[in-house]
């Protein structure tokens, strides 16, 4: 190469590496003064990321120039339903064990209780857990307004843990009780949002979802409640017997329970079980629960196969209590070994023409029998079906056999 066809070259690439360099600066300077062009990306684009511009320093933003707030639910009518449901939830504290003071019989501390619970009626009727109030010798009702009140155990029922107190109805006219929905309905996902009063704090509410359906939970008489729900919403010490509601303020279940073991994992009694048992709760007095006198697991298709059974679905029966209604009929057992059933045992598959495919299905249905009701089951024995007829006896109390766990 020539020298001059060199020099000729490496001038002209000086000259594009100048204009270059001319060319970003006045790029930088129109950005920087906000003349640039405006360069949101077309739709085809592959730029997906939004454009940010820096407000201009030591100037205040507007609230209208700032980025939409997430939130879980709208806060405004969160903030309305709790006005609204609020003046229906109440306070219990109760005393076990003598008079309100300090110590009772013989300088014997006496057991002081608390937990929350909700006017159901204009009638001055309220609904908690039975293990709020068991055993309570006063009652004390605290509204959200501070008034207290006194209050009298009118029905409880030990087993399925639900309590019916009463209060001076001319004293809570002005208050809106709580309407309830069909906890039957209640999906996996919903807003759960629990009312009451925590470790003493009044009026407090905790918001989640509700986590999981279907639950059997032992209760604290060993029988398992069933079709408990399963949510999030923060549940403590104190909020026994307060309203978990759904997104509309209505009463989906009676919170009653946390997994001790866990973090974010409580349940509640579905407001459905204590419309069942509402009528005996009013009549006042404890609620007789009838029983069984089994012990069952859910078949699958797992159980079915490790047993040879010859259906995937019913109750298998594993154990049965002597002079029991079921043992007084005869049902058989299968029995256990290192806790996984055994073979040999009766199948339930109905009761009175209804089929049952989980334990909580048998216990669903006897919380609208009574104790003397005669039942028919339909039972799957070997390779014959057969029925047989019992009558339903009350659960023990000095029982330790755990019901259909």
Avoid at 297 to 325: K, M
Avoid at 385 to 399: A, N
Wanted: include cysteine; aromatic fraction near 4%.
């Amino acid at each position: 190469m020539k020298l001059y066809e060199f020099i000729r070259i490496m001038v002209a690439r000086r000259q594009m590496a100048l204009a270059l360099i001319v060319t970003f600066i006045l790029a930088a300077s129109l950005l920087i003064s906000g003349c640039v062009a405006d360069q949101s990306p077309t739709p085809d684009s592959t730029n997906f990321a939004p454009a940010i511009t820096d407000p201009i320093p030591n100037e205040p933003i507007a609230a209208s120039d700032t980025l939409p707030v997430a939130s879980l639910y709208n806060e405004e009518a969160m903030v309305t339903l709790y006005n609204q449901a609020i003046s229906a939830v109440v306070e219990i504290n109760t005393v076990v064990g003598g008079d309100a003071s300090a110590f009772g019989v013989f300088g014997i501390p006496n057991i002081r209780g608390q937990g929350s619970g909700f006017l159901i009626d204009e009638q001055g009727h309220i609904l908690t857990n039975n293990h709020v109030v068991d055993n309570a010798s006063s009652v004390t009702v605290t509204l959200h307004s501070g008034k207290k009140l006194e209050g009298e155990v009118l029905g409880t029922d030990r087993e399925n843990d639900l309590a019916l107190v009463q209060v001076d109805p001319a004293i809570v006219e002005n208050i809106i009780p709580l309407p309830w929905t069909d906890s039957d309905n209640v999906k996996p996902g919903q807003m759960a949002i629990a009312l009451g009063s925590p470790f003493g704090l009044e009026g407090s509410i905790t918001v989640g979802i509700v986590s999981g359906l279907g639950r059997t939970v032992t209760g604290a008489e060993t029988r398992s409640i069933p079709n408990m729900l399963q949510t999030d919403a923060a549940i403590n010490p104190g909020n026994s017997g307060g309203p978990l509601l759904d997104s509309k303020g209505m009463v989906m279940g009676i919170n009653t329970a946390i997994e001790a073991s866990s973090t974010g994992i409580g349940f509640a009694i579905p407001i459905n079980n204590a419309k069942s048992l509402l009528p005996s709760l009013l009549q006042g007095g404890e609620v007789d629960t009838p029983w069984l006198g089994i012990s069952g697991t859910a078949i699958d298709q797992s159980l079915a196969t490790e047993l040879n059974l010859s259906t995937d679905h019913g109750v298998y029966v594993v154990s049965v209590v002597p002079d029991s209604p079921a043992g007084k009929v005869g049902l058989i057992p299968g029995g256990s070994d290192q806790g996984r059933p055994t073979s040999g045992g009766d199948i339930i598959t109905e009761v009175d023409g209804v089929e049952v495919t989980e334990v909580s299905d048998i216990l669903q249905y006897f919380n609208t029998k009574k104790v003397e009701d005669q039942i028919n089951l339909t039972i799957i024995r070997g390779d014959e079906t057969i029925t047989v007829d019992l009558t339903l006896s009350e659960w023990p109390k000095d029982s330790v056999f755990q019901e259909l766990n």
